[in-house]
Nanobody, 116 residues
Framework: QVQFVESGGGLVQPGGSLRLSCAASEIIFSIVGMGWYRQAPGKQRELVASITNFGITNYADSVKGRFTISRDNAKKTMYLQMNSLKPEDTAHYYC??????????WGQGTQVTVSS
């Protein structure tokens, strides 16, 4: 069964940085596209960034220029470097396949809180 495990969240002041990690199991990681998603209280889950199996990246307008998505296929791990964090980035962050997230594979996610 495919599982994704997110880590690296925390409390950070505005303007600060965090690096999230996503570990994948039981999946041919190197041939699937992946994405970072986030969900803030009272809002729908949204796609933040995606990366194809070839390393082509795409970002939501709200994070473009501040976030960087990357992957290490040998380690079956994906990363999200988040710089210049804003209070509106506060959310629970998840990783999953993109496109077509696997409903049964959502992990616990990791909480990112940006506050002074």
């Amino acid at each position: 069964q495919v599982q994704f495990v997110e880590s690296g969240g925390g409390l950070v002041q505005p303007g600060g940085s965090l690096r999230l990690s996503c570990a994948a199991s039981e999946i041919i990681f190197s041939i699937v596209g992946m994405g970072w998603y986030r969900q803030a209280p009272g809002k729908q889950r949204e796609l933040v960034a995606s990366i194809t199996n070839f390393g082509i990246t795409n970002y939501a307008d709200s994070v473009k220029g501040r976030f960087t998505i990357s992957r290490d296929n040998a380690k079956k791990t994906m990363y999200l470097q988040m710089n210049s964090l804003k209070p509106e980035d506060t959310a629970h962050y998840y990783c999953n396949r993109f496109p077509g997230p696997m409903e049964g594979a959502w992990g616990q996610g990791t909480q990112v809180t940006v506050s002074s």
